[in-house]
């Protein structure tokens, strides 16, 4: 079994994605409030964080604002912390916040590329975008100041509401929503255990360099500070992401859940052939103890 684990871990590492699509950059940014009833026996504690929308040309990407923040909270405290240390190299740890999950959709190609994670490892799954028959009605609303349409469609076991927005000609829209003649804004499943809701719209900023590593060679960048001259602004996937079809990060996530901590072991084992990120240690116990509960995911079987 270890064996086995052991393998199909290394054979996932070693397709390593280069870069799928032409890169877009984002000129707009749509914020919401995304809610999501997660355990239908405590509906007053649902899951919410903050998301953004980055929307370019031609293309879009869906991801944590929280984790937007921090990025740009660690970048300024790197920069610091390597301006006050005698040799450059400062000691400062990096904490995760927000959501590791983005959605980059290329409404031209029809292609759909997630980006998710099972434990340290980060894989690039490429599909295609989902269709959605949307029926379009004749009311109207005004979202900061954008004038939008409404729309009404089924997905993935869910009716949902929408307006989206005719001026701003990109089809597409937060999570996988999709498919309508304007970026959809605001967007709610009819029982309101999904909700997507407008919480502002801005122009993107330039992002800021870190002069001490803008001129270095990756390998010479500490590993913790690999990404920070990255370009948020950019529409394109993180290069260093392991490939995986759909059924392959499956089966990932449902042998992690299994067993963690034979999974880290083999993970470390892994990664421990590359300078990919190691597992410091997990705590094993009972499956999903003291996690939340999850008996109304997002996606629900069709009837």
């Known amino acids: 079994m270890k064996k086995q684990l052991l393998l199909a871990v290394v054979l996932l590492a070693a397709f390593i994605s280069a870069g799928a699509q032409k890169p877009d950059t984002a000129w707009l940014m749509v914020h919401y409030k995304f809610t999501h009833v997660r355990d239908t026996t405590n509906r007053d504690h649902p899951l919410t964080e903050n998301m953004v929308l980055l929307i370019g040309k031609s293309a879009s990407v869906y991801r944590s604002y929280d984790g937007l923040v921090t990025y740009q909270q660690f970048k300024k405290a790197y920069a610091e912390a390597v301006a006050a240390s005698p040799d450059g190299n400062p000691r400062i740890n990096r904490t995760g916040r927000g959501s590791p999950i983005q959605y980059y959709q290329y409404p031209a190609a029809q292609k759909l590329l997630t980006k998710d994670v099972v434990m340290v490892n980060e894989y690039l799954i490429e599909g295609p975008m ?3 028959d949307w029926t379009i009605s004749g009311d109207t609303a005004t979202f900061g100041g954008l004038h939008c349409q409404k729309a009404t469609g089924h997905f993935r076991g869910r009716d949902y509401i929408v307006w989206f ?3 701003l000609p ?4 937060p999570w996988k929503l999709n498919g309508l ?3 959809i804004v605001d ?4 029982k309101n255990e999904v909700v997507f809701a407008f919480d502002g719209v801005e122009k993107t900023t330039p992002s800021l360099k870190i002069q001490s590593i803008a001129d270095k060679d990756e390998k010479d960048i500490p590993p913790i500070a690999r990404d920070l001259n990255d370009d948020p602004n950019l529409i394109v996937p993180p290069a260093r992401l392991v490939k995986a079809t759909q059924q392959e990060f499956d089966k990932l996530h449902e042998t992690m859940m299994k067993d963690p901590a034979a999974f880290a072991q083999a993970l470390n ?3 421990s052939h590359s300078d990919g990120p190691k597992m410091d240690h997990i705590v094993a116990g009972p499956k999903h103890a003291g996690g939340p509960v999850l008996n109304n995911p997002i996606e629900l079987p069709e009837k």
């Open 130 to 132: 989902p269709a959605i």
């Open 165 to 167: 927005c005719p001026d």
């Open 170 to 173: 990109v089809h597409t829209g």
């Open 181 to 183: 003649p304007g970026v």
């Open 187 to 190: 967007a709610h499943d009819t």
């Open 269 to 271: 084992a892994a990664n």
